[in-house]
């Protein structure tokens, strides 16, 4: 099992650019999430979804959309990127009950000039 | 909403315990949580502990729960150059154990 993948790794944009941030899980998973990771600042919730066509807003959301079109895909976009959204790009998934660990992948730096 | 606080930095020697300590705000977590983050890497789960226990000890690891207090604390005994990392602290979010409020996390560094 790949696990949770994310692509790209790195990836600069300049302001005003859009992109797509790809998240794949091969466990099965219901619920799939999107944070961005900033010094000082801990991991912060972009999106979350509870299942298959499901999305919902999470702590910072703005200037981001995400789409679960297929249940091991969670997509993350940036229409008009922003100096602002320069982090880490952390996707997770957990399974439905237990303890609900969530499983990481290796994270997406994106740098936005 | 939640917060969950940790101090930034901690430094130890190999072979002295370390005590990583956090606050948290929603006392209907029914979970809290200890994640690690190597260098590059994503977080991966280092412990639990369910809201009724006081305690759990996992080999090196022991973990402690004030729910009075609201204070969470991971004890590494014999701490090892390879447990330099950055350590989280979550709470599952307003009881739901699907979305977890993070800390900020505390970076180890452990010398020789």
């Known amino acids: 099992n790949a696990g949770v993948t994310q692509t790209p790794k790195f990836r600069v944009l300049k302001t005003g650019q859009s992109m797509t941030l790809l998240c794949a899980q091969d466990?099965?998973?219901?619920?799939m999430y999107w944070y961005r990771q900033d010094p000082g600042m801990g991991l912060r919730l972009i999106h979350y979804?509870?299942?298959?066509?499901?999305?919902a807003k999470g702590e910072v959301p703005d200037g981001y959309n995400v789409s679960r079109l297929k249940k091991q895909n969670f997509l993350l976009g940036l229409e008009s990127a922003a100096p602002s959204q320069t982090s880490v790009y952390f996707c997770?998934?957990?399974?439905?009950?237990?303890?609900?660990?969530?499983?990481f992948g290796p994270g997406t730096r994106l740098t936005v000039t | 909403g939640e917060d969950v606080e940790q101090s930034l930095f901690l430094s130890v020697r190999e072979g002295d315990s370390s005590v990583i300590n956090c606050t948290y705000t929603?006392?209907?977590?029914?979970?809290l949580y200890w994640y690690k983050q190597e260098p590059g890497a994503g977080l991966q789960l280092l412990t639990y502990?369910?809201?009724?226990?006081d305690m759990k000890q996992d080999q090196r690891l022991t973990v402690l729960l004030n729910k009075k207090d609201k204070h969470l604390s991971l004890r590494i005994a014999d701490t090892q150059t390879g447990d330099s990392a950055i350590y989280f602290c979550?709470?599952?979010?307003?009881?739901?154990?699907?979305?977890?409020?993070f800390g900020t996390g505390t970076r180890l560094q452990v010398t020789l």
């Open positions: 502990i369910f809201s009724n226990m």
């Open positions: 997770a998934s957990c399974r439905t009950g237990g303890i609900y660990e969530q499983y």
């Open positions: 466990m099965n998973h219901e619920y």
């Open positions: 979804s509870v299942g298959e066509g499901t999305t």
């Open positions: 979550a709470e599952s979010s307003n009881g739901t154990a699907s979305k977890l409020t």
């Open positions: 929603d006392s209907s977590s029914t979970y």
